[in-house]
């Protein structure tokens, strides 16, 4: 038996010597959480949804406990893009992960870009002022980098890998 409503149940026990108890038992039934969002991730990125991570484009179905130990059923539709927008301007890197070079094009004029190490440090500060930029990599060594793009006054992270 599996209620879907909140329910009472009559219960009774027979004993011994033909004695019986009967109980009232209310079963209360507590909703089902359901949330569907659309979401949009720039290559490289995760989306976290509880201790899940997603990282391809898809439909994801996840089942998370409430406060109160219930279920609750996330559903989350993932894109995974190498553009980003930012109201009404596109920022595009690639390749990435990227060797010697990595381009950057956006339809709004870029101000600057720091690339900086994984721990924040500012490694290079280029100044732009033009729609692409090619950033030369020969000089860093593999692994996890942070781009900080600065475009229409706006700042936008997008993490890169070095191979």
């Not at 998370?64 to 927008?85: E, F, H, P, Q, R």
């Not at 900086?116 to 100044?127: C, E, Y």
């Not at 060594?141 to 229409?152: C, M, P, T």
């Amino acid at each position: 038996m599996s209620p879907d409503t909140t329910t009472t149940y009559v219960v009774t026990a027979s004993y011994e010597y033909g004695c019986q108890a009967v109980k009232s038992i209310i079963i209360k039934v507590n909703p089902k959480y359901r949330i569907e969002y659309d979401t949009t991730i720039i290559q490289g990125d995760t989306l976290k949804v509880g201790n899940l991570k997603h990282f391809v484009t898809g439909s994801y179905s996840d089942t998370l406990k409430t406060y109160k130990g219930c279920d609750s059923i996330v559903i989350t539709n993932l894109i995974v893009s190498d553009i980003i927008t930012i109201e009404n301007n596109f920022i595009k890197t690639y390749p990435n992960p990227a060797k010697k070079i990595l381009k950057i094009e956006a339809n709004g004029l870029i101000n600057n870009i720091e690339l900086l190490s994984i721990n924040g440090i500012v490694l290079q500060s280029i100044m732009v002022n033009n729609k692409e930029v090619t950033i030369d990599l020969n000089n860093y060594v593999q692994g996890i980098y942070i781009l900080r793009i600065n475009i229409a006054k706006k700042i936008r992270i997008v993490k890169i890998i070095i191979e």
